[in-house]
C-alpha cells in the first residue's frame, strides 16, 4: 500500500491513477472528506482524512504501509513545517520509503517556493529515511488554464515575456515516473529532474496549440499587475500572489530550463512531446 498526500490535488489524483493502473493499492491522504468519492472513483484504495500538520492523523494514515509520496499543496507557506511532520511521522511508523515531490531547479532564491522545497531536501538528507527525490518542470497541464482564451479568441496570454524559455512536463509522466520508484528497487537516496521537453518560447507553444486546434494562436505578454487584478478577482489569497509574482519575474529573467534525459529513462521511452500533449487535450471535453 501506497500513501499519497495531498491526494485530492491534481499532481496527488495523478499519481494515485498511476498506481493504480500498476496494480498497487494506494490510500489517498486528503485535508477533507469532501474529496474521498473522487478519490475512491479513480480507484484510491482507501482514503484517511487530516491535516499535514496532525501528528496523530499522519501516524494513522502511515501504518501498513510500504511508501509515502509526499506533495504538498502549491505554494504553501507551510510547506517546510508540513514536512517535517510527514519525516517524522514516517519514521516513526517506519515506512521503508519515502519519496518526495520537489521541484525542478529549487536553488533559485528568488522563487520562495522552489527555495522552500530546497529545504525539505536538506531535511531529508538528515533524516534516517529511504527516500528519493523527483524534480518536476512546469506541468503541460498548466496552459490549460488559457485553452478557452485559444479556442475563442485565439490568443496565449502569459504574465512574461513571449520569449521566455520554459521546459515543460506532461503531468501523468510525471505520475508514470513516480509509480516506478515508488515500486522499485535501486531508486533509493536518488534525485531525478523530471523535464519533457526542450526549452520552449511562449511563441512556440502558441503555435504547438494551433496545430492541435486547428486556428491561429498568438502569444501575448500581459503585465504581471493585470495577471494580479484577475487572480484576486478569481478568489486567490495574497500569499499565493505574492508567491507567483515573483515566480513570474524569475521566469522573465532566466525562464525554467531543463534536459529530458532522465525522464526518458525512467520511463522507458521518449517523455510526451508538446504536441502530443496538445493534440490529445484538442479533443477532449472541456473540465
Given at each position: 500500500m501506497i500513501l499519497v498526500t495531498s491526494a485530492g490535488g491534481k499532481a496527488g489524483r495523478a499519481v494515485i491513477a498511476a498506481l493504480v493502473a500498476r496494480g498497487i493499492a494506494a490510500r489517498a491522504f486528503a485535508r477533507s472528506a469532501a474529496h474521498s468519492e473522487a478519490l475512491k472513483g479513480i480507484g484510491a484504495a482507501?482514503?484517511?482524512?487530516?491535516?499535514?500538520?496532525?501528528?496523530?492523523?499522519?501516524?494513522?494514515?502511515?501504518?501498513?504501509?510500504?511508501?509515502?509520496?509526499?506533495?504538498?499543496?502549491?505554494?504553501?507557506?507551510?510547506?517546510?513545517?508540513?514536512?517535517?511532520?510527514?519525516?517524522?511521522?514516517?519514521?516513526?511508523?517506519?515506512?521503508?520509503?519515502?519519496?518526495?515531490?520537489?521541484?525542478?531547479?529549487?536553488?533559485?532564491?528568488?522563487?520562495?517556493?522552489?527555495?522552500?522545497?530546497?529545504?525539505?531536501?536538506e531535511m531529508?538528507?538528515?533524516?534516517?529515511?529511504?527516500?528519493?527525490?523527483?524534480?518536476?518542470?512546469?506541468?503541460?497541464?498548466?496552459?490549460?488554464?488559457?485553452?478557452?482564451?485559444?479556442?475563442?479568441?485565439?490568443?496565449?496570454r502569459v504574465p512574461y515575456p513571449v520569449e521566455t524559455m520554459l521546459s515543460l512536463v506532461d503531468l501523468d509522466d510525471v505520475a508514470a515516473a513516480a509509480a516506478r520508484v515508488l515500486t522499485e528497487d535501486g531508486h533509493a537516496f536518488a534525485t531525478y529532474e523530471l523535464v519533457g521537453t526542450a526549452p520552449l518560447d511562449q511563441n512556440e507553444i502558441a503555435a504547438t496549440f494551433a496545430a492541435a486546434l486547428g486556428r491561429e494562436v498568438r502569444a501575448e505578454a500581459e503585465s504581471v499587475k493585470a495577471w494580479q487584478a484577475r487572480?484576486?478577482?478569481?478568489?486567490?489569497?495574497?500569499?499565493?500572489?505574492?508567491?507567483?509574482?515573483?515566480?513570474?519575474?524569475?521566469?522573465?529573467?532566466?525562464?525554467?530550463?531543463?534536459?529530458?534525459?532522465?525522464?526518458?529513462?525512467?520511463?522507458?521511452?521518449?517523455?510526451?512531446?508538446?504536441?502530443?500533449?496538445?493534440?490529445?487535450?484538442?479533443?477532449?471535453?472541456?473540465?
Open positions: 482507501d482514503v484517511a482524512i487530516g491535516a499535514l500538520d496532525d501528528d496523530a492523523a499522519l501516524l494513522r494514515a502511515m501504518q501498513d504501509i510500504d511508501a509515502v509520496y509526499h506533495i504538498c499543496p502549491n505554494a504553501s507557506p507551510h510547506e517546510v513545517a508540513y514536512a517535517d511532520a510527514v519525516i517524522a511521522a514516517a519514521e516513526a511508523a517506519e515506512v521503508p520509503r519515502l519519496v518526495y515531490h520537489s521541484v525542478l531547479h529549487p536553488q533559485i532564491e528568488t522563487m520562495p517556493h522552489h527555495f522552500a522545497k530546497m529545504r525539505v531536501e531529508l538528507f538528515s533524516s534516517e529515511l529511504n527516500f528519493t527525490i523527483l524534480q518536476p518542470t512546469a506541468y503541460m497541464q498548466n496552459i490549460l488554464g488559457e485553452r478557452e482564451r485559444m479556442t475563442t479568441e485565439g490568443l496565449y487572480a484576486r478577482i478569481d478568489g486567490m489569497d495574497e500569499h499565493t500572489v505574492t508567491v507567483l509574482t515573483k515566480m513570474f519575474v524569475s521566469y522573465a529573467g532566466d525562464g525554467l530550463k531543463g534536459n529530458p534525459n532522465v525522464l526518458g529513462w525512467l520511463l522507458g521511452r521518449k517523455p510526451t512531446t508538446l504536441a502530443e500533449f496538445a493534440a490529445r487535450v484538442a479533443v477532449q471535453p472541456k473540465a
